[in-house]
């Protein structure tokens, strides 16, 4: 005999399992009713356990306590009966720090100068205030009034030099701040030229802080490597505060090497996420990993997978430069009214996790991390376009290969890499299923009673009436074929793209209105198009929103697979947009 732990049922062996309805409320009994406990808390400055055998990191590779010591709130109790789940509350189980800016930014300098400029010859003195934003002219010391606002991501260069322009004032040597539109001439005591232009250094680039004044003089003339995100681009760059502009105060989100700030790109005005990674914080063995995995980010161009921009390396760290995005998924399903999404908006995000899946499943790339917090939106809206993110764990995997090593985030892993048996990209595919079971419910899938661990493992998950009941069978038949602990039985990428919950004309809708609104046809393919004008003739629907003549190429045939390779383990960390 074999007990259920959620709701103590006798079955005779685990074969029975198929003959108990799936609407089983997952109810526990009465006398433990009153010490169950459920979590609401998002905490998201406490670090969640990430668990990654190679990348050398002190990982803990039990299941239930990694998920539920994140998700524990003593003062948060929620009554068991039977029109409830006591599935696990959705919540953000990984560290994903987010600060909303302030209105007033910290002082980093502040003191009289006297400037001229290369347009206007006469000297002016202002008191001059550097903050972690701009740098501000004020007429005097006390006032808001300002004469000229300078913001850090319009300053090109800060540098000293002697010239024989005003040496009333600075024995022959000048500060000369420069922008696109006008360079200003700073004349004052050569220490404290000095003193400002440390100051004014540290601000452009305020994450790479050095140990000492002269050190900071030195290393920020010294050129930084970089490592162009396309083949075409050989040119090499001096500086990366030269071509953006980090914003300390605007923290995106942490990962396991690094911080995400917001930053500006400074020619274009272009709005960037820029990872900055502490090289001392891993060895160099995984330093070499992870520039192997930022060139494996390289060759990935696709709409639905966020865009490495460019890499800058210093001695001590490395600069990540992407596109910055609106928000993530997990957010979406959390704000949500129900706390849940529809089916209708879950399936058009699904469905293009599963075309970014495909990009990157043909090129042998395994994401390995999937999860509603890695599921980028680019927008606000109910329709947003879909970027799979942090390729922290990505793995380059053959299609008969397998790798052994623990990899992901403990609420979305498959049974494989709990058992330590080999794996493929069927891995990503059980994260799917994960995924549309907490976006239709709002809720894990694993009971509080009951082993987290043994539930993945026998894959014996409830679907209670609140609010499965809502949701269609077809669904429920989607979430099962992903959620297969056989991996040879689990959905592939096209099996789950053609299920009938995703071939539904509303979705079909949805993804050529995104596809007009991108400029891109990436999502849909011409040869459908007959077998949707045909089945909207018979119902009499509304046509599908038209897509540009000149998005009608189906980005697919850009994919070149990768050669898998042995030394490729993912370290590279999280980017919050």
């Known amino acids: 005999m074999w007990k259920i732990e959620d709701c103590k049922l006798n079955v005779h062996k685990r074969k029975c399992l198929e003959c108990i309805p799936m609407d089983c409320t997952g109810e526990a009994p009465k ?8 979590t609401v808390t998002d905490n998201e400055n406490e670090r969640g356990e990430h668990i990654d055998e190679e990348s050398g990191e002190e990982s803990d590779t039990s299941i239930e306590k990694s998920l539920k010591s994140d998700m524990q709130d003593d003062e948060s109790k929620i009554p068991v009966h039977e029109a409830s789940s006591n599935n696990i509350p959705l919540q953000r189980i990984v560290q994903s720090v987010k600060h909303t800016k302030g209105k007033n930014y910290k002082v980093l300098k502040e003191g009289w100068l006297v400037h001229h400029t290369n347009k206007e ?7 001059w205030r550097l903050d972690t934003k701009s740098v501000t002219l004020f007429q005097n010391d006390t006032t808001s009034k300002y004469y000229k606002e300078i913001p850090l991501s319009e300053i090109l260069s800060v540098e000293i030099s002697k010239q024989n322009i005003c040496s009333e004032h600075n024995q022959g040597y000048y500060l000369e701040l420069r ?11 050569i220490s404290n030229l000095k003193a400002w232009e440390t100051a004014i250094r540290q601000a452009l680039m305020p994450v790479d802080t050095p140990k000492t004044a002269a050190q900071t003089t030195q290393a920020s003339k010294e050129p930084y490597s970089e490592v162009p995100a396309r083949k075409e681009n050989s040119e090499q760059s001096l500086d990366i505060s030269l071509q953006y502009q980090i914003f300390p105060d605007e923290v995106l989100g942490s990962g396991q090497f690094g911080i995400v700030y917001g930053g500006v790109h400074r020619t274009s005005g272009r709005a960037v996420a820029i990872k900055v990674i502490d090289k001392m914080r891993f060895p160099t063995k995984q330093e070499a990993q992870l520039k192997n995995e930022v060139s494996i980010l390289q060759n990935i161009h696709h709409p639905g997978v966020v865009n490495l921009e460019k890499m800058f390396e210093t001695n001590e760290r490395i600069f990540v430069v992407m596109e910055k995005l609106k928000g993530d998924m997990l957010e979406m399903i959390l704000s949500s009214e129900k706390g849940r999404l529809s089916e209708r908006i879950t399936k058009f995000l699904i469905y293009q996790i599963l075309m970014a899946l495909k990009h990157l499943h043909l090129k042998c790339i395994v994401h ?16 947003p376009q879909v970027k799979l993110c942090d390729f922290g764990f990505a793995r380059i995997i053959g299609e008969k290969s397998f790798r052994r090593s623990v990899v992901g985030t403990p609420a979305y892993l498959a049974p494989e890499v709990l058992k330590n048996k080999g794996y493929n990209r069927s891995l990503d595919m059980w994260s799917v299923g ?3 079971y907490v976006s239709l419910s709002g809720t894990f899938p694993f009971n509080e009673e009951e082993d987290i661990n043994d539930q993945i493992q026998n894959a014996a998950f409830m679907y209670p009436p609140n609010p499965w009941k809502e949701i269609s069978p077809e669904a429920i038949d989607l979430i099962s074929n ?4 056989k991996t040879r039985k689990r959905f592939t990428v096209d099996k789950s793209l053609s299920h009938s919950w995703l071939q539904d004309y509303q979705t079909w809708c949805d993804l050529r209105r995104l596809e007009s609104e991108v400029g891109q046809r990436y999502l849909t393919h011409q040869s459908d198009d007959a077998r949707w004008e045909a089945y909207r003739k018979l119902h009499n629907l509304e046509p599908p929103p038209p897509v540009p003549q000149d998005a009608e190429e189906n980005l697919m045939t850009f994919d070149t697979p990768l050669e898998p390779s042995r030394n490729s383990s993912g370290i590279f960390g999280r980017v919050r947009l």
């Open 179 to 189: 922008t696109a539109n006008v360079d200003f001439y700073i004349t004052e005591e």
């Open 31 to 38: 006398e433990n009713s009153e010490n169950s406990k459920n």
């Open 434 to 436: 994960v995924i549309v």
């Open 121 to 127: 010859g006469m000297g002016k003195r202002h008191f």
């Open 368 to 383: 390995c991390d999937l999860k509603p917090e890695n599921v980028l939106l680019s927008s606000d809206s109910d329709f």
């Open 482 to 485: 992903l959620l297969q602990v």
